[in-house]
């Protein structure tokens, strides 16, 4: 019903910058919190950043200072801006909206998943 599309990964030298943006159709996002994750194969998936309908943010400890996590209403789109990558940020990165009560950084309260987007960084 809701469709998240992740693009903007890709291969980056540590110290460089990305900007993923998540799209979404079928339902507009002004509706949702939104969230962003990651995962390395073998680990579990791991919070990253969440923004609330109303713009507060949410930050893991391991990419304070680092990345930023924003939303554009008007084009129905989530962004997370991501500068000084280390190696240690490559994975999958994932967007979702947010539906269930709880914690911003427990994937079990996201309904919707987008599909992901590789981010690799080389040192």
């Known amino acids: 019903q809701v469709k998240l599309v992740e693009s903007g990964g890709g291969l980056v030298q540590a110290g460089g910058s990305l900007r993923l943006s998540c799209a979404a159709s079928?339902?507009?996002?002004?509706?949702?919190?939104m969230g962003w994750f990651r995962q390395v194969p073998g680990k579990e998936r791991e919070f990253v950043a969440a923004i609330s309908r109303s713009g507060g943010i949410n930050y893991a400890d391991s990419v304070k200072g680092r990345f930023t996590i924003s939303r554009d209403n008007a084009k129905n789109t989530v962004y997370l801006q991501m500068n000084s990558l280390k190696p240690e940020d490559t994975a999958v990165y994932y967007c979702?909206?947010?539906?269930?009560?709880?914690?911003?950084?427990?994937?079990?309260?996201?309904?919707?998943w987008g599909q992901g987007t590789q981010v690799t960084v080389s040192s």
């Open positions: 079928g339902r507009t996002l002004s509706s949702y919190a």
């Open positions: 979702a909206t947010k539906v269930i009560s709880g914690s911003y950084y427990s994937e079990l309260t996201y309904d919707y």
